[in-house]
């Protein structure tokens, strides 16, 4: 299967600052890019949903302006928490699609901690 | 947001017993994956099943598809502690979004 990095595995900010995490697909290229959050014991919710080159689409219920997604690139996805509370506190996962595969492979998640 | 339930949701066995998570949903899918994810890591794909009807076996896991292309159960036969993890369906739609079920938890017993 394809390889997808995501960096950094842990992070830990204080309230108020901005974390970005970085998704890139390392062995071909993903047209389409997923952001999931999870809580602990539950399963994965679809944050938004990006294209290469075009504004990402949100799932109901997410702040667009306080999870800024950016996917400029084939290979790099990036998801930035602005203004960051405890309660943003999770496991922030990303997923990539494209070239042959038509399913979508994951990167390794990101353990944020809000203090 | 189409929904698709596992059950159970936690599950409990004896290393060597036999196990059936189910996928459920009201809606279509073009495509059904299965994922397992271990604790503080991304899901890793077993399997994707594409047509109604469809039964793929990988090694001691048994997947299928159901006919009406709503459902998906995952069978495994002779469960180990290796087999321990967050199994979880999702369900593609055309090109793009991918719906994740609500997890079933397996732990097997040494």
């Known amino acids: 299967g394809a390889v997808v990095s995501q960096h950094p595995s842990r992070v830990i900010c204080k309230s108020g600052t901005s974390v970005k995490i970085e998704c890139r697909s390392l062995d071909f290229q993903a047209t389409t890019m997923f952001w999931y959050r999870q809580f602990p014991k539950q399963s994965l919710m679809l944050m938004a949903t990006s294209n290469e080159g075009s504004k990402a689409t949100y799932e109901q219920g997410v702040e667009k302006d306080k999870f800024l997604i950016n996917h400029a690139s084939l290979t790099l996805s990036t998801l930035t928490v602005t203004s960051a509370h405890p309660e943003d506190s999770s496991f922030y996962i990303c997923?990539?699609?494209?070239?042959?595969?038509?399913?979508?492979?994951f990167g390794q998640g990101t353990r944020l901690t809000v203090v | 947001t189409q929904l698709l339930e596992q059950s159970p949701q936690f599950l409990s066995i004896q290393e060597g017993e036999n196990l059936t998570v189910y996928c459920n949903s009201s809606s279509v899918f073009s495509s059904l994956q299965w994922y397992r994810q271990e604790p503080g890591e991304g899901p890793v794909l077993l399997v994707t099943?594409?047509?109604?009807?469809e039964v793929k076996k990988l090694k001691r896991l048994t997947f299928q598809f159901g006919d009406a292309r709503k459902d998906s159960s995952l069978h495994i036969t002779a469960a180990q502690p290796g087999d321990t993890g967050l199994y979880l369906c999702?369900?593609?739609?055309?090109?793009?979004?991918?719906?994740f079920g609500t997890g079933t938890r397996l732990t097997v017993i040494p």
């Open positions: 099943v594409v047509t109604g009807g």
């Open positions: 999702a369900g593609g739609t055309g090109a793009n979004n991918l719906f």
């Open positions: 997923s990539a699609r494209g070239g042959w595969y038509t399913e979508a492979f």
